[in-house]
């Protein structure tokens, strides 16, 4: 298994003059977006959007608190806008590493190719939506 790694430029969608642009981890077993605790106040002000119990890759599970929205630019696709999840994670090789997970991925229209490392332009599937 290996890793996949994008970039990415998050905006605050109310406040467009506040961004930061990182590499991302793509999680495809992580619904959210995932961002380092200390980016909420670069990027903010946010009012909560919601609140709702979450579960770590690691077992446990707290009330995690969402914030947005964000303009979400990952690149080499189209923007979306979506809620974030703001986490005190740990720097790894001195830098934080947000994650992507599958919603603002399946928004994107992005899949992973898990061969190449690397994320494909998807169309997105509304079959089933009509029976």
């Known amino acids: 298994m290996g890793r996949t790694i994008v970039d990415i430029t998050v905006t605050n969608a109310l406040e467009p003059s506040s961004s930061v642009q990182s590499r991302a981890l793509v999680d495809t077993g992580a619904s959210a977006l995932v961002l380092p605790e200390s980016w909420k106040d670069k ?20 009330e ?28 790894e090789g001195g830098s934080y590493l947000p994650i992507l997970g599958y919603v603002p991925l399946q928004s994107a229209g992005a899949a992973v190719d898990m061969l190449n490392h690397q994320l494909l332009k998807v169309p997105l599937d509304l079959r089933s939506v009509g029976d």
């Open 64 to 91: 995690a608190d969402y914030y947005g929205p964000v303009r979400l630019d990952i690149l080499g696709f189209e923007p979306v806008h979506c809620d974030a999840m703001f986490l005190d994670l740990a720097p």
């Open 43 to 62: 990027l903010g002000p946010f009012e909560r959007a919601y609140r709702r119990p979450t579960v770590l890759g690691d077992r446990r599970v707290f």
